[in-house]
């Protein structure tokens, strides 16, 4: 389950996300409302300085819903000149 990873710069140091996460990136995000770790999540990863972390948006509980919101955030992003299309890595 844990194959697929799509990610979309949002700009200078962050980039939103749907992959797994791993028990230990979910506990730091201070995560409970989701409920298991099990399943895909849509998440911002911020790199700078202060704000430094991981921010779960969304949780989708199978790879068809995780498949699906990817295609639907890269529409997006193509509908937006200026964001490049998701990749998946």
Request: glycine share 4%; aromatic share 8%.
């Amino acid at each position: 389950m844990d194959d697929l990873f799509w990610s979309a710069p949002l700009g200078a140091n962050r980039t939103l996300c749907v992959s797994t996460l791993s028990q230990a990136a979910l506990a730091q995000c201070e995560v409970e409302a989701f409920g298991s770790d099990f399943g895909y999540f849509v998440y911002e990863v911020d790199e700078r300085p202060r704000s430094a972390g991981i921010s779960v948006l969304a949780k989708a509980t199978s790879e068809d819903a995780a498949v699906r919101l990817a295609e639907i955030l890269a529409l997006r992003f193509a509908a937006d000149a200026t964001a490049p299309p998701l990749t998946a890595v």
